[in-house]
């Protein structure tokens, strides 16, 4: 994936920091709980919900299943109505081929609307390194991009920033990009809405050429989807006379009827709404409407190396909806930066470490950032059990075993720093084996419990630095069970 | 009904109180109890962990030490969740590893038959006023597992309103985790401090004096947390809330 | 080896170990989810369409076809809209009491110069009851996905009954995929300032719905 996040500390590290961030928390606090509540009662509003959610589940599971004839299907239809479609094993091909379209039209500049993918392979920056520059046009990219600062959520990439930050960004950096703030821009949200749309209106009126990614990919159409609300997508999507849009191969569903399962789902999913304000859709090129030049990039990127693992491939059902964030008690505290991807929260602990591997530092820890609450499993619309990828993946980093990389069936080592977790776990199971070896700890600790201090040393103060430890009791409950027996005669 | 009472590791180790509650309020309700001493623990901490392949051995002697019973009995969410859930997911991974159905066998008589104690009440037993007397004012939190793992519901709220004395009081963001998650609690201390922290603040908010769950470890969490903030309340497990009586009130 | 070839072998390979499955694809997936939430009668499906409408902030008018010009022009004047954008398939007798400087939208026009037009009026393809939407599939009454979008006050006229359906399926149904369609619910909004809803960005910030009864000059729509 990107660049910007290589050599990233693990979870837990950047996590300190984050929960120590008073401003952070309480913008974080303010806003998921807001959308929580929403999302709710936007759901509540459709009584098949549940048959929504698992037709959503099907229809992924069975694209899935069949994704070679789907991603054959598409590349024949999108040619069929006009369009070019590109294949990219991974990034950095990604990048070269868009590069290389872009130089192409002879221009020196794009207009983007969000996109999780160009995200990922760091398309910005490969544009960059060609003297291409990329202007991110979604309002909370935009703060982003100006304020020189990473992505923490994936519909509301600037969710850490509350309007008075986003003022002073403005203020400060917007006339280094084009038009300034307008003078005396307080931080009242629909200023802030009225300034972007008065320094993007240039960018967009001018452009040759839009960048985009795709909700949804229709097979047997060829058609795209991009699902918005500012109009920012319509601009890049309608006025450019180039359109390069590079998509996941997951976003493919077969057919054109599926479209009313998702578009169902994923508003009330994501921004609690009962239709986002504008989706966009379109098959290949049309005279004399929108671009005249259509490109379709798909995008593997770690995708079938998620698709081959058993367990962890329901993770290509995700519509990146983002509910499971909004949910999400640890990434309310620790903030989207923490899990140092693009995608972050419940989804991005499963997606980050199949797409680029359990390698890193920051990959292996991801999968333990959950306290398996399972509230993200609740609310998601395709059903991705995500806390069962999470102890997948734990197993992965723990113990080791089969993998694919790069299409490549590899076996991986446990990773470093679990050695003297796995000898505990050992221990543990050989004591639990064996009742007599469990009785024979409890009366030690029940004898010497006088001694046992209520904060730890060394690594125990991971517990004992915010909490106390229980007292232990004076003997365990099997002791007393014996001795009464039964609770019959209990003297206490 | 042979009743086996499954009490788990922590609560055999570290809360008897809870295990004799369960003992008095079944016996009340005139089940007779036993409990096995074979059982140790149900493998939780190890799967939950990544360690699945340490987590079988313990299953299968669940498996074999609570098989012969007719009802299963845990009070703990978690523990129950264990087993009814991922047991059976532990079988059908053994089997997409290439070592056939054996584990699926052994483990799947115990799982239907596996209860939380407010389940095996108000399901098996029937009953919601278990005839308890408890004078406090109580908040309840809905453990992760119990609520949206087992899906206990109101049963849990259904007991707690049927207790002579007890004023029961709305948990502001109650269905929020208390941030334990087993060894997530030390992997990830500041997060699970800082949920913590904030389950305490929101119990206090109510002005009960007890926060009662229906999970020790839970409560081992969010108890060394107001211990540590200096909280007035304390953690009271459930089953010692239906246990207590007023003839033998619980403290 | 292609890049094509190398992600196809990849996905061919991920799949290798799962068991065939060739259940037809409609067989594969159960779709037990409603086709539309309640039953109404068509006065109530239009109403709930005004409901939705205006809870996302559209102007929602009511109109009987004759009357349907004489709007229109209120409409236009209480905005001081002088230059009006018109698609080239829009019935002309929609905007003939108005006074305007009537623009038509030709190939050659660039964003620059639509960008100086003050309202456009515009037909629609089908609107969705249950979500509030007004679907555009670039119609001769509707115009290029262009005309409808830099332009900051967008007039548009739905057919009711006719052009109104209950549900997102029902509207699916309806629309032809080839054509470029634009789902339009409310004006440009933005949830990116502390996830709260505000109106206003870069679409048309004025979306006036105009719900036409009874003309029967327009073909009606197919059922």
New interface residues.
């Given amino acids: 994936m990107s660049a910007t996040f290589v050599g990233m500390p693990a ?2 590290v950047a ?2 920091e984050a ?2 961030d008073t401003t952070l ?1 309480g ?1 974080l606090r ?3 709980h ?2 929580r509540a929403k999302r709710a009662a936007a759901v509540a509003e ?3 919900w549940a ?2 959610r ?2 959503g589940r ?2 992924k599971d ?1 694209t899935l ?1 069949h ?2 004839r789907y ?2 299907q598409v ?1 024949e239809a999108v040619t069929a ?1 006009g369009g070019t479609v ?4 991974d990034a950095e ?1 990604a990048n070269r081929i868009v590069t290389g379209l872009v130089k192409a039209t002879g221009e020196s500049e794009v207009v983007k609307v969000k996109s999780m993918a160009t995200q990922e392979i760091g398309l910005n920056e490969a544009l960059e390194a060609e003297g291409i520059r990329a202007y991110e ?4 990219e935009l ?1 982003v991009q100006l304020g020189k600062d990473r992505p923490s959520h994936i ?2 990439p ?2 850490h920033r ?2 008075a930050e ?1 003022r002073d960004i403005f203020r400060s950096e917007m006339s280094r990009w084009g038009r300034p703030a307008p003078e005396g821009l307080t931080d009242a ?2 200023e ?3 300034a ?2 008065l320094h ?2 240039e960018k ?3 452009a040759k050429v839009g960048i985009s990614g795709a909700n949804f990919v ?1 097979a047997e ?1 060829g ?1 795209l989807v991009v699902v918005e ?4 997508g ?2 890049c999507l ?2 450019p006379e180039t359109l390069i849009s590079v998509v996941g ?1 997951e976003k493919v569903v ?8 998702f ?2 789902t994923l508003p009330r999913s994501s ?1 609690a ?11 290949g090129t ?1 005279d ?3 671009p005249s030049a259509f490109h379709l990039v ?1 995008l ?1 990127n770690g995708r ?2 998620t ?2 693992d ?2 962890g ?1 329901q993770a290509l059902r995700c519509i990146r909806c983002s509910a499971c964030l ?1 949910v999400c ?2 990434y309310e ?2 903030g989207g930066h923490a899990y140092g991807s693009v995608y972050p929260g419940p989804i991005g602990a499963i997606l980050s470490p199949q797409l680029r591997g359990t390698a890193s530092e920051i990959d292996a820890s991801l ?9 993200c ?2 609310v998601c619309p395709v059903a991705i059990d995500i806390p ?1 990828v999470l ?1 997948h ?7 080791g075993g089969e993998a ?1 990389r790069q ?1 490549n069936k590899v076996v991986l080592k446990p990773a470093r720093g679990h050695a003297a ?2 000898a505990a ?2 221990a ?2 050989w ?5 007599g070896v ?1 009785r024979g700890g ?1 009366r030690l ?1 029940s004898l010497t419990r006088r001694l046992h201090p209520r904060t730890l040393p060394g ?1 125990g103060r ?2 004992t ?6 007292p ?2 004076a ?4 002791d ?3 001795r009464t027996p ?2 019959k005669e ?1 003297a206490k | 009904m042979r009743v086996a009472l499954f009490l788990t590791c922590v609560n055999d180790t570290l809360y008897p109180d809870t295990g004799r509650a369960v003992v008095r309020l079944l016996t009340r309700l005139g089940v007779e109890v036993d409990f096995p001493q074979g059982q140790t623990c149900c493998g939780q901490a190890h799967y939950n962990t990544g360690y699945r392949h340490e987590a079988e051995p313990l299953a299968r002697r669940f498996a074999e030490v609570f098989g012969g019973y007719e009802a299963i009995v845990t009070p703990s969410g978690s523990c129950g969740a264990m087993v009814r859930e991922l047991y059976p997911r532990m079988g059908a991974r053994a089997r997409a590893e290439g070592r056939g159905n054996t584990l699926e066998r052994v483990l799947a008589p115990v799982v239907p038959k596996t209860y939380e104690l407010t389940e095996f009440l108000v399901d098996v037993l029937g009953v919601t006023d278990v005839g308890a007397y408890y004078p406090h004012r109580v908040t309840y939190h809905p453990t992760c597992h119990g609520l949206r793992g087992l899906g206990l519901g109101d049963r849990p709220r259904r007991l707690l309103e049927a207790v002579k004395g007890l004023e029961l009081v709305e948990l502001p963001g109650a269905e929020e985790c208390c941030g334990f998650g087993g060894t997530f609690a030390v992997k990830n201390p500041d997060v699970s401090a800082a949920m913590g922290a904030d389950k305490v603040r929101n119990a206090e908010s109510t002005g009960a004096g007890v926060l009662c769950a229906g999970d020790n470890s839970c409560l081992m969490h969010i108890g060394g947390t107001m211990s540590r903030l200096g909280s007035g309340m304390r953690p009271v497990h459930i089953a010692e809330i239906l246990a207590s009586t007023e003839e033998e009130p619980a403290v | 080896m292609s890049s094509r070839d190398r992600v196809l072998g990849r996905v061919r390979r991920a799949l290798a170990g799962v068991p065939e499955d060739d259940t037809p694809y409609e067989q594969a997936v159960v779709r037990d989810y409603l086709r539309r939430h309640g039953e109404r009668a068509d006065e109530d499906t239009v109403e709930l369409l005004a409901e939705n409408l205006v809870d996302y902030r559209a102007v929602v008018h009511r109109a009987d076809a004759r009357d349907l010009p004489l709007l229109i022009t209120r409409l236009l004047e209480a905005r001081g809209s002088g230059r009006v954008l018109l698609p080239p398939g829009l019935p002309p007798e929609w905007t003939s009491a108005a006074d305007a400087h009537w623009i038509q939208d030709r190939a050659v026009s660039t964003p620059d110069e639509l960008d100086r037009v003050d309202s456009v009026v515009t037909g629609c393809a089908v609107a969705i009851a249950e979500t509030g939407t007004i679907v555009l599939d670039g119609s001769p009454d509707q115009g290029r996905r262009r005309i409808t979008l830099i332009p900051d006050h967008h007039i548009c006229v739905v057919r009711v009954p006719d052009q109104v359906v209950s549900s997102v399926p029902e509207a699916l149904e309806r629309l032809d995929p080839t054509r470029p369609l634009t789902w339009i619910s409310g004006p440009s909004a933005t949830s990116d300032i502390e996830l709260d809803r505000v109106e206003g960005v870069h679409g048309p910030r004025t979306l006036e719905v105009v719900l036409v009864s009874g003309d029967p000059r327009t073909p009606k729509a197919q059922e």
């Fill in positions: 979870f837990p996590a300190h929960v120590a928390r913008n303010h806003a998921t807001t959308i459709v009584s098949d048959q929504l698992e037709a099907r229809i069975h299943r994704l070679d991603l054959v590349e109505a590109h294949w990219a094993a091909e046009t979604d309002l909370a703060i519909l509301v600037a969710i509350n309007r986003i949200p629909a802030l809405a009225e972007a749309r993007l209106r967009f009126l001018r229709v159409t058609t609300s500012e109009g920012n319509r601009m309608t006025l191969i077969p057919t054109w009827r599926d479209l009313e399962v578009l169902q921004t709404e009962r239709m986002n304000p504008y989706t966009s859709m379109w098959t049309r004399e409407d929108g798909l593997d079938t190396d698709l081959a058993e367990v491939r909004n008690p640890v505290r620790a999968p333990y950032a959950s306290s398996l609450c399972g509230a499993y609740e069962e102890v993946l734990r197993e992965r980093v723990a113990q694919t299409g977790e796995r776990m050992r543990a199971r004591a639990f084996s064996r009742p469990l409890q600790a690594p991971a517990w630095g915010t909490r106390d430890l229980p232990v009791p003997e365990p409950f099997r007393w069970w014996q039964g609770g209990d």
